[in-house]
């Protein structure tokens, strides 16, 4: 399969790239490696081809698209508080951005998609959350972008899969996310800001589980699904602290501070449709992971 990658050079994208070409497939990735973090930290794999551009402009993804037999979607805004503080960047890469991409598949005749989506959607519900739940009281502008962005899928008619991602976690992972942020902080020995009462929990999802269950959404790609890209084994946020300590062997300095607007306080995936119907499961254990993560770095 030829498959274009949006977004190729980011943190999930790269690896799924790369998992792509070592399962034997042609890639193309479409990155305009933006400034939202360091674009330093982003890479094309070795054996991809690189479309640099913007997934708004449509002469480019329709360039981009020539040859293409599916598409991995990933290309967009993401940081739920950073939504908060500006919310046009994200109305215009996670929605416009995916309307373009699926303007231009239309033209190309290109069907098969997978969208990379997220937890967020389910807002602020109690877990855990099936993919028939209601999603219509998004918690942030990034959740309600990804909202709007899975709607225009369903419109469009193609064989879309939505992946909903539920907290990616492993190397190359944005220097904004919470384990990456408190992995250096701890290990500069510096206060450890955390948000509310630590009773919040997080279905947290190691990257190459992510792939996986991307690739499989993409081979299945038929009609237009949803599926939760997550394991179902929530960790509480105190439980993550302690992973971090462990991992990092530093004593943490936390101050504790009041709840963010757009925080949810549970993320916690039903995963029987990715059992069922894609046949994955996550193969690693969250304090491995955490392990993992700070032995990359």
Known sequence: MHVLVTGGA??????????LLARGDRVR?????DDAYDPALKAVPE???LVRGDVCDGGT????????????HLAGRAGVRESIESPGPYVRNNVAGTLTVLEAMAKRHVRRLVFASSSSVYGSAAGPFRETDAADRPASPYAASKRAAELFCYSSGLDVTVARLFTVY???QRPGMAIAKFVRLARANEEIPVYGDGSSIRDYTWVDDAVDGLIRSLDRADGYNIVNVGGGNPVPLTTMLAAVADATGRQLKVRWLPAQPGDVPVTHADPTVATEW????????????VAR???SL
């Open 10 to 19: 980011g943190f999930i994208g790269r690896r799924l790239a790369a998992a």
């Open 293 to 295: 993560y700070v032995a």
């Open 170 to 172: 492993g190397p190359g």
């Open 61 to 72: 993804v329709r360039r981009a698209l020539h040859g293409i037999d599916g598409v991995c």
């Open 29 to 33: 990735v479409l990155d305009n490696f």
């Open 47 to 49: 054996g991809a081809e």
């Open 278 to 289: 894609l046949g994955w499961a996550p193969r690693m254990a969250f304090h491995e992971g």
